[in-house]
T-cell receptor, first 116, second 109 residues
Framework: GAVVSQHPSWVICKSGTSVKIECRSLDFQATTMFWYRQFPKQSLMLMATSNEGSKATYEQGVEKDKFLINHASLTLSTLTVTSAHPEDSSFYIC????????????FGPGTRLTVT | GQNIDQPTEMTATEGAIVQINCTYQTSGFNGLFWYQQHAGEAPTFLSYNVLDGLEEKGRFSSFLSRSKGYSYLLLKELQMKDSASYLCAVLDSNYQLIWGAGTKLIIKP
């Protein structure tokens, strides 16, 4: 149980375009979803926390107009990287929690984004 | 500020034992997690400690000392598949996960 999927697993896009990444909880209802970014050889960096039906809470330094997060249902959250630039190339990972907190997170497999 | 420290890289031999240390300074403490992350993959949960002492789970054990702000992950009977990064993360007083940079463990035959 507690499976989280992400789609796509990898994507290459051109600079200036937008990319949408989906995160789904397959066998449970996720009241809270977390979006992380990880650069090579670095730790996970929390970008934002989203609760179903409400606006996401972004971490300091993360541009909410650039990284659009929609948590429209208890099983789906999306992250849209708008006007992507090469520096946005990274490994994006989502996680989901039923507890409404970071206590118990189930991670998706991640999405490798490369912006050319 | 909040800080998690763990060694950047460690090397061990197949069949041996390795201990990966983690020290933390955080605003409050609601538990410490260890995750395993293979290259290009998402982290997978290994252990959670909130009370002092040793938690054993098969070949992996995790130890916590809250007074010292210290934890370690002990891996026994190392296998080649254990080559991965091991992430230490602390749940602070706001129930936010604070992540360490991870320890890359290299297993040699």
């Amino acid at each position: 149980g507690a499976v989280v999927s992400q789609h796509p697993s990898w994507v290459i896009c051109k600079s200036g375009t937008s990319v949408k990444i989906e995160c789904r909880s397959l066998d449970f209802q996720a009241t809270t979803m977390f979006w992380y970014r990880q650069f090579p050889k670095q730790s996970l960096m929390l970008m934002a926390t989203s609760n179903e039906g409400s606006k996401a809470t972004y971490e300091q330094g993360v541009e909410k107009d650039k990284f659009l997060i929609n948590h429209a249902s208890l099983t789906l959250s999306t992250l849209t990287v708008t006007s992507a630039h090469p520096e946005d190339s990274s490994f994006y990972i989502c996680s989901a929690s039923t507890a409404g907190a970071a206590y118990e997170q189930y991670f998706g497999p991640g999405t490798r984004l490369t912006v050319t | 500020g909040q800080n998690i420290d763990q060694p950047t890289e460690m090397t061990a031999t197949e069949g041996a034992i390795v201990q990966i240390n983690c020290t933390y300074q955080t605003s409050g403490f609601n538990g410490l997690f260890w995750y395993q992350q293979h290259a290009g993959e998402a982290p997978t949960f290994l252990s959670y400690n909130v009370l002092d002492g040793l938690e054993e789970k098969g070949r992996f054990s995790s130890f916590l000392s809250r007074s010292k702000g210290y934890s370690y992950l002990l891996l026994k009977e190392l296998q080649m598949k254990d080559s991965a990064s091991y992430l230490c993360a602390v749940l602070d007083s706001n129930y936010q996960l604070i992540w360490g940079a991870g320890t890359k463990l290299i297993i040699k035959p």
